[in-house]
C-alpha cells in the first residue's frame, strides 16, 4: 500500500465558470491557469504521482510546456495512469476536499465523484468529494481563488 496527497490553489480571474474534476461548474469568475485550471483533478494527480513516486504534475505536466495549454486537466490523470499501471499499481480509494466559498459542490458532488471514478478505473464508492469554506479567513475566504486536496490509496497488482 502507499499514500499520497497532493494540493492545488488557483487565483480566480475572468470568466463564467471553473472545471473541479472534470465537470464544469457555472461561476461568477474562472481561474488563472495555464491549463483549465482543475484544482481538483491538479491536486489528485499530485497525490497519484506522490504516491507512486513518481514527483508531482509540474515534472510531468510542465506550465511552460505549449502542448498543455489551456489542456483538459482529465488528459494529467490518464496520463497518471497510465505510469501507474506500468509500475503495476492501483487505486484503492481517493479522498478530495475542495476548499473556496463560491461555487458550491453540492450541486454537482456526483458528478464529479462519477467523472473521478471512472478517471481512476474505480467504483464511484471509492471515491469521496466534500468541501468546505475558510470561514471568510484569508485569500480564499475573500473569494480570490479556489484549492482543493486530495488523498489517495494506491494498491499493488
Known amino acids: 500500500m502507499r499514500i499520497g496527497s497532493g494540493v492545488d490553489v ?7 465558470h471553473v472545471m473541479l474534476g472534470g465537470v464544469r461548474v457555472p461561476h461568477s469568475r474562472g481561474v488563472i491557469a495555464h491549463s483549465d485550471g482543475d ?9 497519484l504521482l506522490g504516491a507512486a513516486g513518481l514527483g508531482d504534475i509540474g515534472q ?14 482529465r488528459r494529467f490523470i490518464v496520463g497518471a495512469m497510465e505510469m501507474l499501471r506500468a509500475r503495476k499499481l492501483r487505486v484503492g480509494n481517493a479522498d478530495v476536499t ?5 461555487p458550491k459542490v453540492g450541486p454537482v458532488r456526483e458528478q464529479i465523484r462519477s467523472q473521478i471514478a471512472e478517471l ?4 464511484a464508492d471509492r ?5 468546505t469554506t475558510t ?9 480570490e481563488g ?10 499493488d497488482g
Open 60 to 73: 510531468h505536466f510542465r506550465d511552460t510546456d505549449p502542448r498543455w495549454k489551456g489542456a483538459d486537466s
Open 120 to 123: 481512476l478505473g474505480v467504483a
Open 10 to 16: 488557483h487565483s480566480f480571474g475572468p470568466g463564467d
Open 39 to 47: 484544482v481538483v483533478l491538479h491536486a489528485l494527480c499530485d497525490a
Open 98 to 102: 475542495v476548499l473556496a466559498e463560491a
Open 127 to 131: 471515491v469521496n468529494v466534500k468541501a
Open 135 to 143: 470561514e471568510k479567513l484569508g485569500f480564499l475566504g475573500r473569494a
Open 146 to 155: 479556489i484549492a482543493a486536496q486530495a488523498v489517495v490509496l494506491l494498491l
